[in-house]
């Protein structure tokens, strides 16, 4: 199967978990289905610079951010740090977190969902 760029959803969500204004969700793939019931996102996001996603906890389900590229500003479970591209970040259920582009250029991540 081949998804083309045409054939899945761009999603633009304005504030985020009350983040700062907007996120570019493109869905790889963006149904239980399509994970074979173990997940609910994995997709491509863009923050543009000083935009965020808001805190927000995780429950029953896990997240990971892949940092393709940019640089940005990871609250894990309350403490701070910047990640940047490579970085790899993991929130277990029951844990929150956020990140907001505090560089010069867009940040992009590869998001993933799965369920506990």
């Known amino acids: 199967m081949i998804k083309r760029r045409t054939e899945r959803p761009l999603e633009k969500a304005e504030h985020r978990f009350d983040g700062e204004g907007y996120v570019t969700i ?4 963006n149904s239980s289905e399509e994970m074979h019931g173990k997940g609910r996102l994995f997709a491509h996001i863009t923050l543009l610079p000083g935009h ?3 805190y927000h906890v995780h429950t029953g389900e896990s997240e990971t951010y ?3 590229s940019g640089k940005g500003e990871f609250n894990d479970n309350g403490t701070s740090t910047s990640v940047s591209s490579g970085d790899v970040t993991f929130t277990p259920p029951g844990h929150g977190h956020s990140i907001k582009n505090i560089g010069d250029e867009p ?3 590869i998001a993933l969902i799965l369920f506990q």
Do not use: M, N, P, Q
């Open 26 to 29: 493109d869905g790889l793939l």
């Open 52 to 54: 965020s996603i808001g």
């Open 107 to 109: 940040l992009e991540i």
């Open 66 to 68: 892949y940092i393709y």
